[in-house]
């Protein structure tokens, strides 16, 4: 029904930086949040940063004023702009959206989760 797609992981040395982008498709009313989280390995899935439709941002302490969060809402697309990129971030990255539906005279919302994208910072 509806579809997460992520790009721009990859290898990059410390001190550098990546752009990871998420576009959103499929049967779509309203994206109401859309954020990104991590995982390292053995670790849990923590959130990074996220965005709602009125441009409202939440950081995850660890990378305030090293990455920016933002959103096209025209082409339900979500950007991370990672800068100054620390080995400690290495991790697969992950896409989420709140998105609501409207079928039949009814409003539901539901959470989707791309597939994830591996960024490895190297020391």
């Known amino acids: 029904q509806v579809q997460l797609v992520e790009s721009g992981g990859g290898l990059v040395q410390a001190g550098g930086s990546l752009t990871l982008s998420c576009a959103a498709s499929?049967?779509?009313?309203?994206?109401?949040?859309m954020g990104w989280y991590r995982q390292a390995p053995g670790k849990q899935r923590d959130l990074v940063a996220s965005?709602?439709?009125?441009?409202?941002?939440v950081y995850a302490d660890s990378v305030k004023d090293r990455f920016t969060i933002s959103r096209d809402n025209a082409k339900n697309t979500v950007y991370l702009q990672m800068n100054s990129l620390k080995p400690e971030d290495t991790a697969v990255y992950y896409c989420?959206?709140?998105?609501?539906?409207?079928?039949?005279?009814?409003?539901?919302?539901?959470?989707?989760w791309g597939q994830g994208t591996q960024v490895t910072v190297s020391s």
């Open positions: 989420n959206a709140d998105i609501s539906h409207y079928s039949g005279g009814y409003y539901s919302t539901k959470d989707y």
């Open positions: 499929g049967r779509i009313f309203r994206i109401n949040v």
């Open positions: 965005i709602t439709d009125g441009g409202r941002t």
